[in-house]
C-alpha cells in the first residue's frame, strides 16, 4: 500500500460543538418540527451527529434526550459515528448479487481493513451496502460518493481505492 500523507480532518473541541450547536438551532429554535432540520444541518456540518450535540439540541428545544436518540435511530440517513470522507456503497441488489457483488464488497473490506457500516481509521473512507443504483445491466455496481463504478471486479478495488488515496495525497 503506498504511503500517502492524509490529513486528518478537524477534530472538533467539546466547546466548538456545542458552539455550532447553538448557532443551528438558534436558526430554527421556535419553528414547527424544528428537530429534523436541526439534525441535518448539524450531520451536515459535523459529517454525523455527535452525542454532545444531540443532549445540547435536546436542551434547547426542550425535548427530551430519549426522543431526540429515537428520531436518529429511526432514519436511516442519520449517523452518530463518524464518516469518512468518501462513502462507498457496494451494490447488493439481485442483479448485482448474482454477478459477482459479494466478492466486490469482500475485495473492499479486505483492502480497506474495515467490516460494513465501518470507517478507515484515517477517516478517509466508510463502507456500506446499498440496494440497487438503477444501473443493474452493468453490474456489479459500486459507487463511491457520486462517482459510479461499473462491472467493477474485485481485483480492480485496490486500483479504484488508490486514486482516491492519490487525489487526496496530491490535494495537500
Ligand atoms: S441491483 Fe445493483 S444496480 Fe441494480
Do not use: W
Amino acid at each position: 500500500m503506498a504511503d500517502t500523507a492524509q490529513t486528518l480532518p478537524h477534530q472538533r473541541t467539546d466547546a466548538e460543538i456545542i458552539q455550532q450547536t447553538d448557532i443551528v438551532v438558534g436558526e430554527f429554535i421556535g419553528r414547527k418540527g424544528a428537530l429534523i432540520p436541526v439534525l441535518q444541518t448539524l450531520q451536515d456540518i459535523f459529517g454525523h451527529l455527535p452525542e454532545l450535540s444531540l443532549k445540547r439540541a435536546g436542551e434547547l428545544l426542550e425535548i427530551p434526550y430519549s426522543e431526540v436518540a429515537g428520531v436518529v435511530s429511526f432514519y436511516k440517513y442519520f449517523s452518530t459515528v463518524p464518516r469518512g470522507k468518501y462513502l462507498i456503497r457496494v451494490c447488493l441488489g439481485t442483479s448485482c448479487y448474482v454477478r459477482g457483488g459479494k466478492e466486490v464488497l469482500e475485495s473492499f473490506k479486505n483492502n480497506l481493513g474495515i467490516g460494513i457500516d465501518e470507517t478507515t481509521e484515517d477517516q478517509l473512507f466508510s463502507l456500506k451496502v446499498g440496494r440497487c443504483f438503477g444501473a443493474c445491466g452493468l453490474a456489479p455496481v459500486a459507487m463511491i460518493n457520486d462517482d459510479i463504478y461499473r462491472r467493477v471486479k474485485p481485483s480492480k478495488v485496490g486500483e479504484i481505492l488508490q486514486s482516491y488515496k492519490v487525489m487526496e495525497a496530491t490535494d495537500d
